[in-house]
C-alpha cells in the first residue's frame, strides 16, 4: 500500500501545513500531501507547497463571505480527485463547507482547532479561553461534521493559560501542540489506527496521543 494521499485546505499561513509536510517528507507518518487548496490567492500555506514541490491551486470562493459557492466548491471536489486525494485536512481553513463535500469525503475530513472542544468553538477560541479566564486550553484535532468544530475528537493536547498572556503568546504555546497532534492524527490515520463509534474515537496501537494506548 502507498502513502496516505492527503489534501490539505488551507487560507493563511500555513503553518500547520508545514507540519504535516515536515512529518511526511522526514518519513515519520505515512502521508503524502497531495496538493494543497487555497481560497485566498496570496495565501503564504500556496508558497509553503510550491517550495515543498507540492501543487498549490487556487481556487476563487464565489460571492458569499463564509461559505463557498457549491460551483466553488464542486471545483474544490474536482482539484481533490484530480490529485486522488482520500483524506481532506483544514488547516487554517476559514470557509464552512457544504454536505455535499462532507458527503463525498465523509468521515475523511479533519480539522484543527486552538481550544479543548468542545470549549470556545468558532473564530479566536484563543481570545475566547482568555476573556472566559480558564488556567488551561489547547488543541484539538477532530473529524468535521456539519457544525462548527462540533466533530468527533480525535487527540486533544492541553497547555497552561498564564496569568499575563496574550492572544498572541498563547496562541504561540497552542501552535506549538497543533503542529505536533496534527501530524500525528494523521499518521493514525494513515495507518489505519483510528476507530470511530459514534462520538468516541480510539487509537489502537503504542504510537496513540491522549488515549495513551495500549489497547490493542
Ligand atoms: C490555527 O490556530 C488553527 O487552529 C486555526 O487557524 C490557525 C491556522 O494557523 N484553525 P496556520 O495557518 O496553520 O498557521
Known amino acids: 500500500m502507498g502513502k496516505l494521499r492527503v489534501g490539505v485546505l488551507a487560507s493563511g499561513n500555513g503553518s500547520n501545513l508545514q507540519a504535516i509536510i515536515d512529518s511526511s517528507q522526514a518519513g515519520k507518518i505515512d502521508v503524502e500531501v497531495a496538493v494543497v487548496v487555497s481560497d485566498v490567492a496570496d495565501a503564504h500555506a500556496l508558497e509553503r507547497a510550491r517550495r515543498a514541490g507540492i501543487p498549490a491551486v487556487h481556487v476563487p470562493p464565489g460571492r458569499f463571505r463564509t461559505r ?3 460551483e466553488a466548491e ?3 471536489i474536482e482539484v481533490l480527485e484530480k490529485h486522488g486525494v482520500r483524506v481532506v485536512a483544514l488547516a487554517g481553513f476559514m470557509r464552512i463547507l457544504h454536505d ?5 469525503y465523509a468521515g475523511r ?3 484543527v482547532h486552538p481550544a479543548l472542544l468542545p470549549a470556545f468553538p ?3 477560541g484563543q481570545k475566547q479561553a482568555l476573556d472566559y479566564g480558564v488556567k488551561w486550553s489547547g488543541a484539538t484535532v477532530h473529524f468535521v461534521d456539519a457544525g462548527v468544530d462540533t466533530g468527533p475528537v480525535i487527540l486533544q493536547a492541553a497547555v497552561p493559560v498564564m496569568d499575563d498572556d496574550t492572544q498572541e503568546t498563547l496562541a504561540a504555546r ?3 501542540q497543533e503542529h505536533r497532534i496534527y501530524p500525528e492524527a494523521l ?4 495507518e489505519n489506527r483510528i476507530r470511530v463509534d459514534g462520538r468516541l474515537v480510539t487509537s489502537a496501537g503504542e504510537n ?4 495513551g494506548g495500549g489497547e490493542a
Not at 208 to 211: F, H, I, K, S, V
Open 68 to 70: 463557498l459557492t457549491p
Open 74 to 76: 464542486q471545483r474544490f
Open 100 to 104: 455535499d463535500f462532507l458527503k463525498r
Open 109 to 111: 475530513v479533519l480539522n
Open 122 to 124: 468558532g473564530l479566536h
Open 174 to 176: 497552542i501552535l506549538e
Open 187 to 190: 499518521g493514525l490515520i494513515a
Open 208 to 211: 496513540t496521543g491522549a488515549r
